[in-house]
């Protein structure tokens, strides 16, 4: 069975597809050919899989995220997701056990 968290945080095909046509296919951070599957909030942070959470990203900026240049990749990533969403929240982006996500 699979837990309410794991399905909460992973990356649907269709988020993907919607994520991949949002960015064009392409890296937000350096503009070439990415894939879709960068949290903006780790889903090891209970980021969920939604698109306003998700980033489409090259091999090598995905590894810089997850590294040494997060902190600066992560504010680039913040204004643009801000820049597509109008309401985008950092908060309704967590998946939290204690609320009713269904």
Known sequence: MVSNW????????????????????????C?????PEAHYIPRAK???????NILTVCRDCHRRLDGVDRKRMLATAKTYLKSCYRNWSEDDLVYSKW???E
């Open 99 to 101: 609320r009713n996500e």
């Open 31 to 35: 503009g070439r050919k990415g894939l």
């Open 46 to 52: 209970g980021g969920k899989g939604v698109e306003q």
């Open 6 to 29: 794991k399905k909460a945080t992973s990356i649907p095909l269709e988020v993907k597809e919607a994520v991949l046509a949002r960015d064009f296919g392409l890296c937000v951070f």
